[in-house]
């Protein structure tokens, strides 16, 4: 046989150098795939990291690059600030306060601050005709009868008239007689207020009657309202011209008509003595500061 009639044979390093080439590109192709396949399967992990109902929603204006046009300074006032009432509408609001300005575009808080005096006028909040914040109250008026000895409707209440001395002194004489037409007719309070206006004496008709009547005397009342808005009350039973007693106290209110802030307080300076006397005053939806008559002498208000 002639060997040389055969095809020759694949040289060793031919066949294993052709399998070495497919296994290269086997390694690198590899890596690639599973990259993909990764790639693939990420948006499906994404989600599984979020709620099923995550919506980022439309750009906002911060997204847009908003330009704080509109801004707005909020105020929040801490350590005791103080209240100054303006006007039946609002109040001035002033202290220390962290101050925060923020867009009203896109709420973002711009600047934060601590001030050590800050102001900011507010409006009030009203409770039972008043402001708890500033003490601001409204004035209610006061419905008065327009004669002597007379109610008005459904009022329960009367308007004394007394005479008055070249001094500005007024003073009040009444009757057990007239204590008891009074009561009779439906009066609960009778006012001796004099002709300044802006203090006044209440009494209880039905205890001044009952004692009068027990007594026999008449109740006399003396009133002088000052210039400095301090206010002389003198009062007592008499018979025959005569100072016997001292009525009940209890049946006898004074009232101050004066818009003040709270807390009040009424200092007596009782007549014949160095003495002063305080009581804390109570505010009426009349319109009025009222304390109970302690003794003959001049009361004020004192804030």
Known sequence: MDYRSLPAP????????????????????????????????????????YPEDWDLGPATPTDLACAHEHTEAVYYFYDSPSYTPMDEN????????????RCLDCGEILITEEETYAEEIRPHTFKNNACPLCGFRLRVKETEPPAAGSSASGSGQALLHGESSASGLESFTLSNADLAEMESGGVVTALARPARGRAAVALDVKRMQAQTRTSGMNLCLDLLEQEDGSFFVGLWLEKDGKKLSLPDKAGVTLRFYEEKTPPLQV???????????????????????SVTYQAEGTYFLKQ
Do not use: Q
Request: overall charge negative.
């Open 10 to 49: 694949v040289a060793n390093h031919d066949f294993f150098g052709g399998h070495s080439r497919f296994y290269m590109k086997m390694k690198c192709f590899v890596p690639v795939l599973l990259a993909l396949l990764l790639l693939l399967a990420f948006p499906t992990l994404a989600e599984e990291d």
């Open 90 to 101: 609002i109040h001035k609001v002033s202290g220390t306060a962290y101050v925060e300005v």
């Open 267 to 289: 200092t007596l300076s009782p007549s014949g003595s160095d003495e002063l006397r305080e009581a804390d005053a109570v505010w009426n939806d009349g319109g009025f500061w």
